[in-house]
């Protein structure tokens, strides 16, 4: 039994290493691909605040304050509510609870995301926690309680 889920026969640290093979590269190109879709969400609310500060004659232009935000909602909001950002999920990847791989929690979700803003803060270097740590955890993963998963392998996990 690992995590709450019963495995048969299998080796517990053969089970979290199949959980958890590959991710960390998936999980860099998935923030590629989250960081591109991030700027035009920005692109869109850019044209859009122009649009209502022209209207209101300057105040609209006050939105723009909530474009540095924007990366904080899209991971909450994708995280909380699917498990995945897009780009995670691209690459079939799922971000779970690490006590009992079910889906996180709006704080947890919120917390995870506050924390990879602080990673960044910090140079990047609670990155590299990802190759000591048993299931390829990173720090904010680890400070969350969550950790980054294959769908795939996910599903026959969960699979009696």
């Known amino acids: 039994m690992i995590q709450g889920f019963t ?35 920005d692109l869109a609310a850019v044209f859009s605040i122009t649009i209502i500060g022209v209207v209101t004659l300057g105040f609209g232009f006050l939105l723009l304050h909530i474009l540095p935000i924007m990366p904080f909602i899209y991971y909450t909001v994708w995280i909380a509510g ?16 690490d006590a009992n791989l079910s889906r996180p929690s709006l704080a947890q979700a919120l917390v995870w995301t506050l924390l990879l803003g602080l990673t960044f803060a910090f140079g990047l270097l609670p990155l590299l926690v990802v190759l000591v740590t048993k299931r390829r955890r990173t720090g904010h993963d680890i400070l969350s309680g969550l ?12 699979a009696p």
């Open 7 to 41: 495995i048969g026969q299998a080796d517990p640290m053969m089970t979290d290493d199949w959980l958890t093979r590959d991710v960390w590269p998936r999980r860099i190109v998935a923030f590629c691909i989250d960081v591109v879709l991030i700027l035009l969400i």
């Open 82 to 97: 699917s498990g995945a950002s897009p780009g995670q999920a691209a690459l079939g990847l799922a971000v779970r609870q």
């Open 147 to 158: 950790v980054v998963v294959h769908k795939t392998a996910l599903r026959q996990v969960a």
